[in-house]
Structures are given as structure tokens and as C-alpha cells.
């Protein structure tokens, strides 16, 4: 059992950057590959970014691609997600989840074991 725990969400201007953490329970964390999706008003829940065991493989979705960053840090088990250049339509609540097995169907939400209970990013003037 996982159990994830997201903050660093909040309300931030066009252009600005923002932070957010995941935080796991567990001594198992580095076994699991963990994501980020996120999901809009009305949307549904959407790949944003991945990152591997140990961090050497990452993987982004293209409206996120330069702007965020995934990383990990085992020891503490936790999981980032970096995020700027911000845009309204980035405007989501974010999810991290984890993700069992092999390094495949990253970007499938019900591959996803466990999941967060979510962090809302407002990205508004």
C-alpha cells in the first residue's frame, strides 16, 4: 500500500512557476514509476509528465515538454513536478500517482495503482 500525498498548488500569474510535491508513505517507493496527470473543469484527466525508478528515463506531454520537470528524490521519497512558464490552460487539479511493473503504458491513467488526492494550480491574472 501507497498512499501519495501532493501539495505546492496555488494561484500564480501567466508566465510564473510553480513547484509541486508528492510525497509517499512506504519503503518501496523507488519500485514504483510515478506520474503526474492533471485534470481541467469539464476535461478529462490528462498525461502530463512520468519519471522512472531512478529517475533515469522521463517522459512529457507536448503541451508540457520544456516548460516542466519531473524529478525524484528516493531518499526522501518524494517526487516533483517543476513547472514553468505557466499558462491558463495549464489550470488543472494535479494528480501524482504510482505505477507498478514495467516501464510501459506510461502515459495510461489505469495503469496507475495509486493516486493522490490532488493539488489545484489557478493560472490567472
Known amino acids: 500500500q501507497v498512499q501519495l500525498i501532493e501539495s505546492g498548488g496555488g494561484l500564480v500569474q501567466p508566465g510564473g512557476s510553480l513547484r509541486l510535491s508528492c510525497a509517499a508513505s512506504g519503503r518501496t517507493f523507488s519500485s514504483y514509476i510515478m506520474g503526474w496527470f492533471r485534470q481541467a473543469p469539464g476535461k478529462e484527466r490528462e498525461f502530463v509528465a512520468v519519471i522512472s525508478w531512478s529517475g533515469v528515463m522521463t517522459d512529457y506531454a507536448d503541451s508540457v515538454k520544456g516548460r516542466f520537470t519531473v524529478s525524484r528524490d528516493n531518499a526522501k521519497n518524494t517526487v516533483y513536478l517543476q513547472m514553468t512558464s505557466l499558462k491558463p490552460e495549464d489550470t488543472a487539479v494535479y494528480y501524482c500517482?504510482?505505477?507498478?511493473?514495467?516501464?510501459?503504458?506510461?502515459?495510461?491513467?489505469?495503469?496507475?495503482?495509486?493516486w493522490g488526492q490532488g493539488t489545484q494550480v489557478t493560472v490567472s491574472s
Open positions: 500517482a504510482a505505477k507498478s511493473g514495467s516501464y510501459d503504458s506510461i502515459r495510461v491513467s489505469a495503469t496507475y495503482t495509486y
